[in-house]
């Protein structure tokens, strides 16, 4: 995602699902990366591709993150199309 995101307007563009084996490789490697080292594992399986929109960079800036699929993470995600969603980093206790 791109740097200082948190403190940008920040709108969900469009909510899709994706298998994992139709993942680019290196898309895996930089939506998984971890600042300070290390990826996020990421679940071999059908996921959740959502495109945002984030317009507080010297030009606007389209970006793709995934999540784990289940129809209601899916249908919740849907349900925010066009809206505006904050975005906030939390530290798993292996990261910290």
Not at 19 to 47: K, M, S, W
Not at 51 to 70: A, G, H, I, N, Q
Request: hydrophobic share 30%; with cysteine.
């Amino acid at each position: 995602m791109p740097q200082g995101v948190e403190y940008c307007n920040t709108f969900i563009k469009d909510v899709t699902h994706i298998d994992y084996l139709d993942l680019d490789p290196e898309f895996v490697e930089r939506d998984t990366a971890i600042v300070g080292g290390g990826h996020y594992p990421l679940p071999n399986c059908r996921l959740i591709c959502i495109s945002l929109w984030t317009d507080c960079f010297p030009k606007p800036v389209e970006w793709t993150t995934l999540r784990r699929w289940t129809p209601e993470k899916f249908s919740y995600y849907r349900s925010l199309l066009g809206q505006q969603v904050g975005i906030t980093f939390k530290m798993s206790e292996q990261n910290r």
